[in-house]
């Protein structure tokens, strides 16, 4: 049965401001909503933000007994973490940016891999329904490559399940023999990145977090020793604010945060659910799968038996739902030819914004800022914010409950403006995505 979905505008689709509703990990059922704050408020922390950065440090925060108050523009999960590709990736593609960071670098590293299994672990221990599987993730390419083989060694040596494989396994696993060399992660794996963000604001709740929906922040300024964060009929008094709007586009507090990122359009489709015979085909381990060296058809199978793929779309064309499905079917037939027997639909065509602190793709980290005594700024989490949101959530609230802002796993920093801003949206949708398009089509890489 089809579900109500909103009409949206092409604009909306070209800022990724479509509604929510368009999302493909939108449930049928609706989740409970977060009502609008409507009082002046006093508490220690104010969260602004609930993503899965946000969400994350406000759970977290409220398990270690901080009074936090959380304010959320529209609904939990309403920006990128409701849009995203699902795939939980538990390994870094370059570590040399974190060379410079000296001990820090190291610091990190250590976190991020002892907290590798964190999306698993929230939902079994708070009991959320976020269809969250660690079903592996394979790096699939058509020849061998130096790099994969490299990435494969580093990671085994710091002890993840992981291994270079050859065309035979990968045809076990994928069901393809278009594949002759990839990495078989053993961790990682997939979530309904949506339902895993509400899964861990309702947690917060449970714990003590004060949420409130339909509350955007319209100002914060000083009173005495604390802030006042101003939303259209309400008021929070804290201590402390931790701004966690990704990108920040908008916003007229602190607006210096608007200019330290690069805004990248994504788009997101799901498939209509599939049948049995068909996924007998496609993909039979239901690993998460990338394509390697293009990351053009990322796909993962949903527990609804939908396959849920990402791509950036054409400078002014975010609206064509039907071209990027057209070209994901196009990959998909060429990789598995007995799928063009099947009719597979789309279902649901979504867009939404990535925000990066750097426009080299995999020179880009999460930051953490100090804006102003007192006020911090978790944001630009890039394209791999289902296992970072929640891990930088928590070391930050670990070090935020112990006054040891030190410890969190990101270096404290001055917001800087990012040079040419637009640039790299413009570089990545004009040349280097088409690019890659004809290159995997042609079968060049
Ligand atoms: C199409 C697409 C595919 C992706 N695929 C993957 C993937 O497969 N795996 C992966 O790990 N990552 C992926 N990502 C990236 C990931 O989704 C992001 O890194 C992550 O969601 C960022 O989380 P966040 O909490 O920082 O930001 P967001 O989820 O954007 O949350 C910010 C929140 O702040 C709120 N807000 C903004 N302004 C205000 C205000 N004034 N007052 C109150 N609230 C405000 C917004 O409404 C929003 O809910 C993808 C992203 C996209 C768009």
New binding site residues.
């Given amino acids: 049965m089809m579900r109500y979905i909103p009409s949206a505008r092409h604009a909306d689709y070209e800022t990724?401001a479509i509604p929510i509703e368009h999302s493909g990990w939108r449930p049928e059922q609706r989740l409970p909503t977060h009502r609008m704050l409507v009082d002046d408020v006093d508490t220690d922390i104010v969260v602004?933000?609930?993503?899965?950065?946000?969400?994350s440090l406000s759970l977290h925060l409220a398990e270690r007994g901080v009074n936090v108050v959380t304010?959320?523009?529209?609904q939990?999960?309403?920006?990128?973490?409701?849009?995203?590709?699902?795939?939980?990736?538990t390994f870094l593609d370059n570590l040399e940016p974190l060379r410079s960071w000296g001990d820090r670098g190291e610091r990190f590293i250590t976190f991020f891999m002892e907290h590798r299994d964190i999306v698993f672990d929230l939902c079994a221990r708070h009991g959320i329904d976020g269809d969250a599987v660690k079903c592996g993730m394979v790096e699939a390419a058509y020849r061998p490559h130096a790099a994969l083989a490299r990435k494969a060694a580093l990671w085994k040596a710091h002890g993840y399940d992981v291994d270079v494989v050859m065309a035979g396994p990968l045809q076990e696993l994928l069901g393809t023999g278009k594949y002759r060399y990839g990495i078989h992660w053993r961790e990682g794996g997939r979530v309904n990145?949506y339902l895993f963000?509400n899964g861990m604001v309702s947690a917060a709740v449970r714990q003590g977090a004060r949420v409130f929906g339909d509350?955007?922040?319209?100002g914060c300024h000083r009173e005495g020793q604390r802030w006042r964060v101003r939303t259209a009929r309400g008021s929070v008094r804290a201590q402390r604010i931790v701004i966690?709007?990704?990108?920040?586009a908008?916003?007229l507090?602190f607006p210096e945060l608007a200019r330290t990122q690069y805004p990248l359009l994504?788009?997101?489709m799901a498939s209509k659910p599939l049948s049995p015979a068909l996924l007998d085909i496609i993909n039979p381990a239901r690993v998460a799968m990338t394509h390697y060296p293009t990351g053009l058809y990322?796909m993962v199978i949903d527990g609804r038996n939908r396959l849920v793929t990402?791509t950036i779309p054409h400078p002014g064309r975010a609206h064509e739902a039907r071209t990027y499905f057209a070209y994901f079917l196009r990959h998909l037939h060429r990789i598995y030819p007995r799928t063009r027997d099947f009719d597979i639909g789309l279902g649901t065509y979504w867009?939404?914004?990535?925000?990066n602190s750097s426009s080299v793709y995999h020179e880009d980290y999460p930051k953490l800022y100090q804006v102003d005594d007192g006020v911090l700024a978790l944001?630009n989490?890039?394209?791999?914010?289902?296992?970072?949101?929640p891990q930088l959530g928590l070391s930050l609230a670990q070090a935020l409950a112990s006054e040891r802002l030190d410890d969190c796993m990101l270096p404290l920093e001055h917001p800087e403006p990012v040079r040419c801003q637009r640039l790299f949206e413009y570089k990545t949708r004009h040349l280097m995505i088409p690019v890659a398009r004809v290159i995997d089509h042609l079968h060049l890489a």
């Fill in positions: 990724g602004i933000g609930a993503g899965l950065a946000g969400a304010l959320e523009a529209r939990p999960g309403n920006g990128a973490s409701g849009r995203n590709a699902g795939h939980v990736q990145p963000t509350s955007p922040v319209i966690c709007t990704n990108g920040h908008g916003n507090f994504a788009c997101g990322p990402a867009t939404g914004i990535t925000a944001m989490l890039g394209t791999w914010g289902n296992v970072m949101g």
